[in-house]
């Protein structure tokens, strides 16, 4: 299986500033018959199922303000928050879909300094 | 507007078994993969299974392969998880998901709680 890797474990960023997400596959998750990177990024808060962020590594899904930003390639991919809101408090996990069983990270917590 | 709506959980001795169902509205169901999240209380997500438009081609994790059915009915635009000797590590709250590859679309979940 894939295993998902991310860090930090947690995060506090001011109001405003970057934040950023770390996520590492164990295995390239790039598909070559298409040349994409098989990675998605979900967002998560407190009662609520995740919403889908970001896939193909980096393709906003529609509706996602475009201070989401997501980059990497074969097996490093970040997420970047470029001026945090307060509404961005929340859970981020990055899920591999190259290889099954698909596979998510543990997830990374980002909340307010 | 995409509509996922779980049912079907609850609290289920272990050994038991339970169905789930989800019923789909706002998109052609018959022509879309649909596959199962779950979540354990204050855990990350675990994909569970994926089923084909069809239902001909069914993916599991490896851990529930065996107790765990994936299913589908196209006239009554409905998801299934047939789930059976359940064990305590399988209370999760359980989503159902549109879609097979990243998941744009998810239901508010329904709660399975495994305990004696």
């Known amino acids: 299986d894939i295993v998902m890797t991310q860090s930090p474990d947690s995060l506090a960023v001011s109001l405003g500033e970057r934040a950023t997400v770390n996520c590492k596959s164990s295995q390239d998750v790039l598909y070559t018959s298409n040349n994409k990177n098989h990675l998605a990024w979900y967002q998560q808060k407190p009662g609520q199922p995740p919403k889908l962020l970001i896939y193909?590594?980096?393709t906003r899904q529609s509706g996602v303000p475009d201070r989401f930003s997501g980059s990497g390639s074969g097996t490093d991919y970040t997420l970047t928050i470029s001026s945090l809101q307060a509404e961005d408090v929340a859970v981020y996990y990055c899920h591999q879909y190259h290889t099954l069983p698909f596979t998510f990270g543990p997830g990374t917590k980002v909340e307010i300094k | 507007e995409v509509h996922l709506v779980e049912s079907g959980g609850g609290l289920v001795q272990p050994g038991g078994s339970l169905r789930l169902s989800c019923e789909a509205s706002g998109f052609t169901f018959s022509t879309t993969w649909m596959t199962w999240v779950r979540q354990a209380p204050g855990k990350g997500l675990e994909w569970v299974a994926t089923?084909?438009?069809?239902?001909?081609?069914?993916s599991y994790v490896d851990s529930l392969r065996g107790r765990f059915i994936i299913s589908r009915d196209n006239s009554k635009s409905s998801l299934y998880l047939q789930m059976s000797s359940l064990r305590a590590e399988d209370t999760a709250v359980y989503y159902c998901?549109?879609?097979?590859?990243?998941?744009?679309?998810w239901g508010q979940g329904t709660l399975v709680t495994v305990s004696s």
């Open positions: 998901v549109k879609d097979g590859w990243w998941f744009p679309y």
């Open positions: 193909w590594a980096s």
């Open positions: 089923i084909k438009q069809d239902g001909s081609v069914t």
